[in-house]
């Protein structure tokens, strides 16, 4: 399994970004996919959520944001951000794992794949 993060970048605060995740080496359409974000000295958080057959989970703090979508022809997972806030600022990573505990909340120890990810900043 192999998961590749692009899209990031710098933006000032209110504008938005798309992340891609390109995904190999399995089935895609059949595996949860999420994102987490890793600020410095923060811990993991749980972003946002997609089950194989396309529930979305999103956390409280990016809820109305953010979309979560995948393009199964493609093998690719988005993240679309809108009226990005500074405290978005961190690094974004894209995971996926075949069966999960829950998609009522987004737990990085549910999910054993994940890619290098993609720096996100966002400016006031």
């Known amino acids: 399994v192999q998961l590749v993060e692009s899209g990031g970048g710098s933006v000032q605060a209110g504008g938005s970004l798309r992340l891609s995740c390109a995904a190999s080496?399995?089935?895609?359409?059949?595996?949860?996919m999420a994102w987490f974000r890793q600020a410095p000295g923060k811990e993991r958080e749980g972003v946002a959520l997609?089950?194989?057959?396309?529930?979305?989970t999103y956390a409280d703090s990016v809820k109305g944001r953010f979309t979560i979508s995948k393009d199964n022809a493609k093998n690719t997972l988005y993240l679309q951000m809108n009226s990005l806030k500074p405290e978005d600022t961190a690094k974004y990573y894209c995971?996926?794992?075949?069966?999960?505990?829950?998609?009522?909340?987004?737990?990085?120890?549910?999910?054993?794949?994940w890619g290098r990810g993609t720096q996100v900043t966002v400016s006031s």
């Open positions: 995971a996926a794992d075949p069966t999960i505990a829950t998609i009522v909340r987004i737990v990085s120890s549910d999910f054993r794949y």
């Open positions: 080496g399995y089935t895609f359409s059949s595996y949860f």
């Open positions: 997609i089950a194989s057959f396309g529930t979305g």
